[in-house]
């Protein structure tokens, strides 16, 4: 048995239950820390109070150029890029403080999270493999998460060229049919 460092391993269960409760996936903790499959699985059980979710992570880039992730992952970049530039923060750290910044401003604006913490760390390591990059908006000016190599000139977003389905989720489609609904009934009173 090879001689561990209870300092060390301290640290790993410490980042290991901040990564279990933004909602990481066990490969994620099983890459990012030292510690056991074992362990990591007794960790999750005590603090989610059940077993990890079973399946394979993300592993492609296309998830990131939809409508709404495209947006969120962008958001999520900017937030990233940022603190990559601005502090001393690297790797998973720099990852954490971003997406801890992304779920701020998602809450704060009322809306639903899209992004994972999984999918930001995987996002990451798919701009480190140059399988992403951003791209400048023609319209706004913004920048928006894009294929690597994927030509960019006269590139218009999600936002400023929504699709025609855009926003048409079950939880609108319940919200329009519930003011429908009240409506009705305001009517006939």
Request: proline content about 3%; overall charge positive; hydrophobic content about 45%.
């Amino acid at each position: 048995m090879r001689n561990k460092s209870v300092i060390l391993e301290a640290r790993d269960i410490r980042l290991a239950i901040e990564l279990i409760e933004l909602g990481a996936r066990l490969q994620l903790l099983e890459a990012e820390t030292n510690l056991s499959r074992e362990r990591l699985l007794k960790l999750y059980k005590e603090v989610r109070g059940e077993s990890p979710p079973k399946g394979m992570l993300p592993f492609s880039t296309d998830w990131f150029m939809t409508w709404q992730p495209n947006i969120h992952a962008s958001l999520f970049m900017a937030y990233f890029r940022f603190m990559q530039t601005h502090t001393q923060l690297k790797g998973l750290e720099l990852i954490i403080k971003a997406y801890r910044m992304y779920l701020e401003q998602i809450k704060r604006g009322g809306m639903d999270t899209v992004l994972s913490l999984t999918r930001a760390w995987t996002m990451v390591r798919f701009f480190d493999a140059k399988m992403l990059q951003m791209a400048n908006c023609k319209e706004c000016g913004g920048e928006f998460v894009a294929h690597a190599y994927d030509p960019t000139k006269g590139y218009v977003c999600g936002l400023c060229h929504m699709p025609a389905r855009a926003g048409k989720t079950r939880k609108a489609a319940e919200a329009a049919a519930a003011n429908a609904s009240q409506r009705d009934a305001v009517a006939a009173a």
